[in-house]
């Protein structure tokens, strides 16, 4: 019997915490108690995300006897391309659930139970379990759990500021820092246990990471006032008879993809994991042209709405380029660091997924450096516009790749190249996400038309699943050429993109001359 929706619907009037957004009266650093729950929340749930996928990559190419899987690099990329874009696609039907369904409240708890399974799937191994289908089916809750967490932990966030303003942008800002101390820790501990102890005991201990995650979400949520609960305003029976047609169409979804993985097994459908990343892409991108297409032509735009969906357009192209080239992080750049990197320090040798933390202390120190950077610049009428910082993002991110290709090409030490290389490389990567990340998600906001926000940023997904997927089949490409040549090639590729997106911002610019 499907369970009643309305027992995830906001309190009634009367109740405690009624109001959307209202929180006890307890505050810390000036903000509400809440922010600090789902801060830790997301820590542990990054915590666990990068702390996994630090190590998939080369857990998946180790050699059986290592305890890895074994995989060739056209294959371990083309499932990391997979795993990785997947996250992002199924944060849009994450959001329609918890808008439609669940409410974020329960979205978000759910969600984080499905990931800790997921990796704890992955572990059983250690026990005597078979590994491959075990490893697949944690892939697969981690990404139906990260779909329904991601995009609405967030939206719980803005939640508990219904007033806005500058509180909640601190707010924001604070969450961010959780992001990123998650994204620091979890290749440290998950990556040293998992490369230097054992593949599975790292995929435990990131389990372990989002089940304290829950922990402190649980224990905090009294913290939360009425923020996440469902509260659409329709009918009881309206929400129940979704629920039932939701959990239908799940289970007949669920059962065409358990015959298609039947099939496949048994080869009576011949696939690879490459074949399956690159019809993703195909199909993406056909069926993204044909939604810009309907919205020009028969989505009711104004003028100057068309000129600005032009402009999301190539800001999605432009963020697709650039996560195909930022997500060689996890899976190129890692296999680097594993096999033809020194990483000798003071007498230890430093695990290759150990260096994934270099990103998100990048990130922590130099966030509010670029922050302080555009608020000086607009003081002075110089601030770069939006498609004038995509442009300076694809170039740094385009230097960096430079700079690793010349480090694998000219290293002369039999024992690698140096680490400073990939540092390096990962300082001017931080830069170019810095000019494009923040900025694209500010901008899709402005420029969207009325009333399709939401499906604009949902694009903004589908841009990163894109350019992940891609990255992915990109690594593969380590098979068939040295480092130093795919890492050039990665570079002219972003580089040419970056000039492009330099020559024509003035054009762009012009198609929106009102949005900063």
């Not at 009367?14 to 929180?23: C, N």
């Not at 993809?257 to 994991?273: E, I, K, N, Q, S």
């Not at 694809?394 to 694998?408: P, T």
Request: proline share 4%.
């Amino acid at each position: 019997m499907t369970k009643d929706p309305t027992s995830e619907l906001a309190p009634a009037a009367g109740a405690p915490h009624a109001a959307a957004g209202i929180t006890d009266s307890r505050m810390v650093f000036g903000h509400p108690v809440g922010l600090f729950t789902l801060f830790f929340t997301e820590l542990w749930e990054r915590f666990s995300y990068y702390g996994m996928r630090a190590i998939l990559i080369l857990y998946m190419t180790a050699a059986a006897a290592e305890g890895g899987l074994g995989f060739g690099a056209g294959r371990a990329g083309a499932v990391y391309g997979l795993y990785t874009g997947m996250v992002y696609l199924l944060a849009l039907p994450g959001g329609w659930v918890a808008d439609k369904l669940w409410g974020q409240r329960k979205a978000v708890f759910v969600g984080g139970i499905i990931i800790a399974l997921g990796h704890f799937s992955m572990a059983m191994p250690m026990f005597g379990l078979p590994e491959l289908p075990l490893f697949y089916f944690g892939l697969l809750l981690i990404v139906i759990g990260t779909g329904l967490l991601k995009p609405n932990v967030s939206t719980m966030v803005g939640d508990l500021y219904p007033e806005g303003g500058a509180r909640r942008d601190a707010a924001f800002s604070i969450f961010y820092m959780g992001i990123n101390l998650g994204a620091f820790f979890g290749p440290l501990l998950c990556g040293w246990f998992g490369e230097e102890v054992n593949w599975h005991l790292g995929f435990s201990l990131a389990g372990i990471g989002m089940v304290l995650g829950l922990i402190s979400y649980k224990l905090g949520d009294r913290h939360l006032g009425a923020a996440g609960y469902l509260s659409t305003g329709e009918e009881h029976a309206v929400l129940a008879r979704r629920n039932r047609n939701f959990y239908a169409t799940l289970g007949i979804v669920g059962a065409m993809f358990g015959v298609f993985v039947a099939l496949a097994a048994t080869g009576t459908v011949p696939v690879t994991m490459e074949g399956i990343a690159e019809s993703l892409i195909a199909i993406i991108l056909v069926l993204t042209g044909a939604y810009f297409l309907y919205l020009f032509v028969a989505g009711g735009l104004s003028t100057v709405e068309k000129k600005r969906l032009l402009v999301i357009v190539w800001i999605f192209l432009l963020a697709a380029i650039f996560w195909s080239g930022f997500e060689q992080a996890g899976s190129s750049l890692n296999l680097f660091a594993a096999d033809a990197t020194d990483r000798s320090l003071g007498g230890l040798e430093i695990p290759a997924s150990v260096l994934q933390s270099i990103n998100p202390i990048f990130i922590i120190l130099l966030a509010p450096v670029f922050g302080y950077l555009w608020v000086w610049l607009a003081r002075r009428k110089a601030n770069p516009s939006i498609p004038v910082k995509f442009a300076l993002g694809l170039l740094g991110l385009a230097a960096g790749f430079f700079v690793i290709a010349w480090g694998a090409a000219n290293s002369t030490d039999p024992a690698g190249a140096s680490m400073a290389w990939l540092v390096v490389t990962y300082f001017l990567h931080t830069c170019g996400e810095l000019c494009l990340s923040p900025v694209g998600l500010s901008s899709i906001t402005k420029l969207a038309p009325r009333g399709r926000v939401g499906q604009m940023m949902g694009i903004w997904f589908i841009a990163a699943a894109l350019g992940n997927v891609f990255a992915g089949l990109v690594a593969g490409g380590v098979e068939e050429t040295a480092y130093g040549p795919l890492f050039q090639q990665v570079a002219i590729y972003i580089g040419v993109a970056g000039l492009l997106a330099l020559v024509l911002a003035p054009l762009v610019r012009r198609l929106a001359p009102d949005v900063e």
